[in-house]
């Protein structure tokens, strides 16, 4: 069975300030895809990224960047110089690439980040 | 361009109602999901169909029911509504020969049993 865990419950930080967002996955395939999507307030799921397990180059666009662990299984997502924006729910979430996968999705708890002015 | 839409927004079901949870999308997907998401908690798949008359249990599909009869829609329904239904609800969509595409989801279903 397929498992993500984000330890993180709830962060807070100030403005402008770093923050990352842990997640650690269990899966026993060898080919998966790993993603990461933002609820604001307003409750949509907004889709931010997708890695392949093959692929373990981090990936920086604008002020977000993740950086994938297959050694450790972890898939950590930083917002640099985070803003009041930013303030929502992320969700990590893992589906296999088996033909039989379907492309369901596992997700993680999630994890609320404050952003104070 | 709407993507998947969802109806209703908000709901207020009595125990033991019934209702059904629309869900359409206009992106010619084959593949459809549904998913609940309780407080503090991720998402949970429900049901999900790989197109047209093909459909199958996810996680936690007791007390629900889906059919697809068109690759548009794909309809959730609640028989006997439970206060342990009370959830927000997500339909997604995504078009996969693997599993590489994201989900695209609506916008949600904020549904309490009373």
């Known amino acids: 069975a397929q498992k993500v865990t984000q330890a993180q419950t709830e962060i807070s930080v100030v403005e402008k300030e770093d923050v990352t967002l842990d997640c650690v996955y269990e899966?026993?395939?060898?080919?998966?895809?790993l993603f990461w999507y933002k609820q604001p307030p307003s409750g949509e799921l907004v889709f931010l990224i997708r890695?392949?397990?093959?692929?373990?180059q981090n990936e920086i666009s604008g002020r977000y960047s993740w950086n994938f662990q297959k050694s450790t299984s972890s898939f950590n997502f930083t917002i640099t110089a985070s803003q009041v924006v930013d303030s929502a729910v992320y969700f990590c979430?893992?589906?296999?690439?088996?033909?039989?996968?379907?492309?369901?999705?596992?997700f993680g708890q999630g994890t609320i980040l404050t952003v104070h002015p | 361009n709407a993507g998947v839409t969802q109806t209703p927004k908000f709901r207020i079901l009595k125990i033991g109602q019934s209702m059904t949870l629309q869900c359409t999308q206009d992106?010619?997907?084959?593949?459809m999901y549904w998913y609940r998401q309780d407080p503090g908690m991720g998402l949970k798949l429900i049901y999900y169909?790989?197109?047209?008359?093909?459909?199958d249990k996810g996680e936690v599909p007791n007390g629900y029911n889906v059919s697809r009869s068109t690759t548009e829609d794909f309809p959730l329904r609640l028989e006997l509504a439970a206060p342990s239904q009370t959830s927000v609800y997500f339909c997604?969509?995504?078009?996969?020969?693997?599993?590489?595409?994201?989900?695209?989801f609506g916008d949600g279903t904020r549904l309490s049993i009373l």
């Open positions: 997604a969509s995504s078009s996969q020969s693997n599993s590489n595409q994201p989900q695209h």
């Open positions: 899966t026993r395939d060898t080919t998966y895809y």
């Open positions: 890695r392949n397990s093959f692929d373990e």
């Open positions: 979430a893992l589906c296999s690439a088996g033909g039989t996968s379907y492309g369901k999705l596992t």
């Open positions: 992106m010619n997907h084959n593949y």
């Open positions: 169909s790989v197109g047209a008359g093909i459909t």
